[in-house]
């Protein structure tokens, strides 16, 4: 099992920054895909942004320019950096990590963002 905990999350203006993260826990060998999700009141979650264990990333169009996805040293951490931040980015952001071998996948808690206009 893997245990994702995501945290930096918060209330922001539009134009600000937050900076996400999430960490890994327990089994964390094989992690190949991390991303974060996002879902805002009353609409199916979304992918925001992926990172591959090569570091090859790939974003929604709607984030494109303004968010940075991100690994730590140790792999067992992703970065979400976001910037140029709208209330249309209001959402609840989830951790994502995905195993190939098994296809198993694991889910984050979630952290509240909000961007006031």
């Known amino acids: 099992q893997v245990q994702l905990v995501e945290s930096g999350g918060g209330l922001v203006q539009a134009g600000g920054s937050l900076r996400l993260s999430c960490a890994a826990s327990g089994s964390t060998f094989n992690i190949n895909a991390m991303a974060w999700y996002r879902q805002a009141p009353g609409k199916q979650r979304e992918l925001v942004a992926t990172?591959?264990?090569?570091?090859?990333?790939n974003y929604a169009d709607s984030v494109k320019g303004r968010f940075t996805i991100s690994r730590g040293d140790a792999k067992t951490t992703v970065y979400l950096q976001m910037n140029s931040l709208k209330p249309e980015d209001t959402a609840v952001y989830y951790c994502?990590?995905?195993?190939?071998?098994?296809?198993?996948?694991?889910w984050g808690q979630g952290t509240q963002v909000t961007v006031s206009s």
């Open positions: 990172i591959s264990s090569r570091e090859n990333t």
């Open positions: 994502n990590a995905k195993k190939y071998y098994d296809y198993s996948e694991y």
